[in-house]
């Protein structure tokens, strides 16, 4: 909105300032940092009052989950409104990527309200049926897709590789939407301890900020040998703005948490870095960016695949996060070596802009 304004103005003076991605983007962090914190006691306190019971906890889980019986969840959505408020008023309203973004950032996050919803109603952790879910998820994920093939084309790009290595067609529209809805339940599966996921999401929102703003600039992309997509790098206002919502809520969910981010929250972020992947034509990078979360799906995926051909488990219990706490990692362990192991694999994502 302020973009649209000072450009009408004719970007006079001080408001040149918003014709830079960077200042805007800036900008947008420290507006969603201090809408998370402004908002959260009177939200959380909303929440707790609304919910009674809190989020439901499985009785099959670690033994010290128990006690956390009682916090409210879908504090995702203190995260949501910190990010729209702050990108509606910071983003160039006319990008089409953006706003494909916030497509799969509102709609997944819907989805994972009305699970969220489901849980507390029920006071069960089950929520509304698997394929259901997943249904309304590759809907969204897919015209998403298609909002952004438009501009962008569907050439596939693979790291350390110069240019396109295969152009898929309208196959693309499967594949990114598939992309979006792998990462966006990866992310939520991760989302089982206190600030588990949101400092991986962080951290890889700030990787893809830097991959965002390099792939939307025509100098930089063609000297890294990466691919240029005109006007993606206004996406950099949407994960910043995610980065300082983010913080505000990590600040509220430390342990011990006064809220759970719920699915609304994780499955709205995790579709969000999908999507933005999509749009850059970075989807494997962010599988190592975003290796974490892929390692935490690969786990259940795993888990149950064995347990159903032999009767036996690979790990003492999945999300592998669980499988460390069982073998008696204290929770905050379990945590930080996560963010570690984040920040590392962040780092090696970002090394393949260059080993090309």
């Not at 009305?114 to 507390?120: A, E, G, I, N, S």
């Not at 693979?158 to 152009?167: E, K, M, R, T």
């Not at 995610?242 to 972020?269: C, E, H, Q, Y």
């Amino acid at each position: 909105m302020l973009y649209l304004i000072a450009e009408w103005l004719g970007f006079p003076g001080p408001l040149n300032l918003f014709r830079y991605i960077t200042f805007r983007a800036g900008a947008a962090t420290g507006t969603a940092l201090l809408v998370g914190l402004l908002l959260g006691p009177a939200f959380i306190a909303w929440l707790r009052k609304k919910q009674g019971k809190g989020q439901p906890i499985r009785a099959d889980g670690p033994q010290s989950h128990l006690a956390k019986r009682g916090t409210p969840t879908m504090g995702g959505l203190l995260i949501l409104i910190a990010v729209f408020l702050s990108v509606f008023l910071w983003m160039d309203l006319g990008n089409r990527y953006v706003w494909a973004v916030l497509l799969v950032t509102a709609g997944f996050g819907l989805i994972g309200f009305m699970d969220d919803y489901d849980k507390v109603r029920k006071a069960h952790h089950a929520g509304i049926p698997g394929k259901v879910r997943l249904l309304l998820e590759f809907v969204i994920a897919g015209l998403a897709t298609w909002l952004m093939v438009g501009l962008s084309g569907t050439n596939l790009h693979l790291p350390f590789i110069s240019g396109p290595v295969l152009d898929l067609g309208w196959f693309y529209i499967v594949f990114g939407a598939f992309v979006i809805v792998a990462f966006g339940n990866a992310v939520n599966l991760t989302d089982g301890l206190d600030g588990l996921a949101t400092m991986p999401v962080i951290i890889a929102s700030v990787a893809f900020t830097l991959i965002a703003y390099l792939v939307g600039n025509a100098v930089f992309a063609a000297y890294l040998g990466i691919p240029h997509v005109l006007g993606v790098g206004e996406l950099a206002v949407v994960l910043l703005a995610v980065v300082g919502a983010g913080l505000a809520f990590l600040w509220f969910n430390a342990p011990p948490a006064a809220v759970f981010m719920g699915d609304t929250g994780s499955l709205a972020l995790g579709g969000a870095l999908g999507a933005v992947a999509v749009a850059t034509h970075h989807e494997f990078v962010l599988a190592i960016v975003g290796g974490l979360f892929v390692l935490e799906a690969v786990s259940v995926v795993l888990q149950v695949f064995f347990f159903k051909r032999t009767g036996k488990r690979i790990f003492k219990m999945a999300p592998i996060h669980h499988h460390f706490e069982q073998m008696g990692w204290s929770e905050p362990t379990v945590v930080i070596r996560f963010w570690i192991i984040s920040f590392v694999l962040a780092l090696a994502g970002l090394s393949t802009l260059k080993l090309r």
